[in-house]
């Protein structure tokens, strides 16, 4: 189906285990995203690619590493998972124009 | 990015138009107004977004003020899956570097039956 899809939905992990996080879109869109969502501080920009092999930071990026070797796939990966990182994290991709995001629906994050 | 302002719920009968205003007052001439929604725990939807002409397709109507100091999405029909918070965005298209997008705390609308 077309569109952009997370998984796992949902994940529970012990602190200190690395964790990767799958982002797959269909739309060949250039630009990928992820974002964490926490009560209190809304959605937060972790890191972003502008084509394969091309990745920058954002806003929240200490603790995660991404990939994109492929246009189509923007995993993001907890090197060593933290309680902190326990989060809703979000993968979106960018339409024809700038500010129009899609959003997949999300992966529940639990860091115990 | 200009800040905008909404407020923070708002509440709609099924079947009417819900206006959902945002205030952003410190705009810039080439900054956009973008809108986007987030049902509860699902990941946030697109919606719409202009410059300074109004707006319209399948989801919603924009309406920006003249001055762009303001502007107001429509729901001409809501309903009860139209539930959910509200964010405006407002943001240049040619920002460098991040293509980050600001989200804020949102508007919670309800639809009540």
């Known amino acids: 189906d077309a569109g952009i899809t997370q998984s796992p939905r949902y994940k529970i992990t012990e602190t200190g285990r690395q964790v990767t996080l799958m982002c797959h879109q269909t739309?060949?869109?250039?630009?990928m995203f992820w974002y964490r969502q926490d009560l209190g501080h809304g959605l937060r920009l972790i890191y972003y690619?502008?084509?394969?092999?091309?990745?920058d930071k954002g806003e929240v990026s200490d603790g995660y590493v991404v990939s994109r070797s492929k246009t189509e796939n923007f995993p993001l990966t907890l090197e060593s998972a933290t309680r902190s990182q326990t989060s809703v994290y979000f993968c979106?991709?960018?339409?024809?124009?700038?500010?129009?995001?899609?959003f997949g629906p999300g992966t529940r994050l639990t860091v115990t | 990015d200009a800040k905008t302002t909404q407020p923070p719920s708002m509440d709609c009968a099924e079947g009417r138009a819900a206006n959902l205003p945002c205030n952003h007052s410190?705009?810039?001439?080439?900054?956009?107004v973008y809108w986007y929604r987030q049902i509860h725990s699902q990941g946030p939807q697109y919606i719409i977004h202009?410059?300074?002409n109004n707006e319209t397709n399948e989801m919603a109507s924009l309406i920006i003020t003249e001055d762009r100091k303001s502007s107001t999405l429509i729901l001409p029909h809501a309903t009860l899956r139209d539930t959910a918070v509200y964010y405006c965005?407002?943001?240049?298209?040619?920002?460098?570097?991040?293509?980050?997008?600001?989200f804020g705390k949102g508007m919670k609308l309800t639809v009540n039956p």
């Open positions: 739309w060949s869109h250039s630009y």
């Open positions: 410190t705009i810039s001439g080439n900054e956009y």
């Open positions: 690619s502008a084509a394969a092999d091309i990745t």
């Open positions: 202009g410059l300074k």
């Open positions: 979106a991709s960018r339409g024809r124009t700038l500010g129009e995001q899609y």
């Open positions: 965005i407002v943001r240049s298209p040619t920002q460098g570097g991040s293509e980050k997008l600001v």
